[in-house]
């Protein structure tokens, strides 16, 4: 395929959306296409420089009239400069708020560009800001001004068509995950130092915002039965940290839970636990029960959004309804009791993670959804 000039605009944190929009950056940059990243901090996955990656860093420069410094002009102004300079052929903006916009003004202000936008919504951008007047006509007219729209579930494209009553084109393309990395690894230093070695292992992975329902993994934990000998690992950091630490200690597990917070190397963690679990509210996708799935961890999860078109019910992981700890923490005992049912599930998420969600697959989908503007123009 010939070289193509991408811009990609994400949230830098290590939130799924940066993750996958930066995954995306890299993958397309080993392809040979020429990539440029936007954002106000390097994203967590850039960390070193990468062959074809530029980053162009948006600073917000404060002004004593500004109750709210305006990101969103500064985005725009660095999107147009590279914009007109790199004769982008495409700028793929993940998360809608408030990329989608900043895309078009770039574009209106270039004049003479023909830059395609693309603009891939993750969840939160529809569900919650989609429905919230403030933001609800601006999404939309973003989305109507977007050469494509990419939804990472079939669950979200009809969250999205609901919302805006949506008609135009809504291609998704799911989550993927790299099997290089996040693969079964038998290390039992790791193992060892997260306290494998005397106890059962449960992970969870998440932004502890308060849709992710962390404390109910402190629930489910003091319902295990004390044969498990189970261990909570809590892998990230957000608004809810404090509250289930206190949980932890009011309810007398804080030895057996521990907060292990943002770390880089997620896959060695995860992959070093028995049973993952995410007693999510809400999830347009659930990349993180893809990544344990990949990494041979039976999930245990909520039966919402998109987690069913990753977990399978009964082969790769139980779901259950939001709040239900009791069935959650039977699952999770049942898993952990069952070394030959814990080993059915672990094998059948890998094969299901590298047959239906596999990196290459997923950049070539992208790429020739790329390809297809392209050729419109
Ligand atoms: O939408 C959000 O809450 C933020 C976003 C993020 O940056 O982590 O999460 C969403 O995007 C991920 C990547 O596509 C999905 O795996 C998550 O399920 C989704 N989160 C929600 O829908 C709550």
């Not at 799924?16 to 901090?41: C, K, N, P, W």
């Not at 402190?218 to 809810?240: F, K, Q, T, Y």
């Not at 893809?290 to 909520?302: I, S, Y």
Request: aromatic share 6%.
């Amino acid at each position: 395929m010939t070289s193509m000039r991408i811009g990609i605009a994400c949230y830098p944190t290590f939130g799924g959306s940066g993750v996958m929009a930066t995954e995306l950056g890299l993958a397309l940059a080993d392809r040979g296409h020429q990539v440029h990243i936007f954002s106000y901090a390097r994203p967590s996955r850039l960390s070193a420089y990468h062959h074809g990656v530029e980053f162009h860093n948006v600073s917000v420069s404060s002004y004593p009239l500004f109750q709210y410094p305006p990101y969103d002009l500064a985005l725009a102004s660095v999107m147009r400069e590279v914009m007109a300079d790199q004769k982008l052929d495409i700028l793929h903006v993940h998360y809608a708020v408030p990329h989608a916009l900043c895309a078009y003004l770039a574009r209106e202000m270039c004049g003479s560009c023909s830059t395609r936008i693309v603009t891939t919504l993750h969840g939160t951008d529809i569900t919650i800001l989609g429905r919230d007047p403030s933001y609800r006509d601006v999404i939309c007219f973003g989305l109507e001004h977007s050469e494509a729209v990419i939804s990472v579930s079939d669950w979200l494209e009809q969250q999205t068509r609901d919302a805006f009553d949506f008609k135009g084109r809504i291609d998704v393309v799911p989550n993927f995950v790299d099997a290089k990395r996040f693969r079964p690894r038998q290390d039992d230093a790791v193992r060892k130092e997260l306290g494998g070695d005397d106890h059962r292992l449960i992970v969870h992975t998440s932004n502890f915002r308060s849709l992710k329902r962390v404390a109910d993994t402190v629930e489910v934990l003091r319902r295990l039965p004390a044969e498990h000998n189970a261990l909570l690992l809590l892998v990230g950091d957000g608004p809810d940290q404090p509250h289930v630490r206190d949980l932890a200690v009011r309810h007398g597990v804080a030895d057996r839970v521990r907060f292990l917070g943002e770390i880089e190397n997620v896959a060695c963690v995860v992959s070093a636990a028995d049973v993952a679990l995410f007693p999510t509210e809400s999830e347009s996708f659930g990349l993180s029960a893809l990544e344990a799935m990949a990494c041979g961890v039976p999930v245990v999860a909520t039966d919402v959004g998109g987690l069913p078109e990753v977990v399978v019910h009964g082969e790769t992981g139980f779901l259950h309804p939001v709040g239900d700890c009791d069935a959650l923490a039977a699952s999770v005992g049942r898993l952990l009791g069952d070394a030959e049912l814990s080993a059915r599930m672990s094998a059948a998420g890998v094969a299901r993670a590298r047959e239906n969600f596999s990196l290459p697959t997923m950049v070539e989908r992208h790429e020739q959804l790329y390809a297809r503007l392209l050729a419109e123009v």
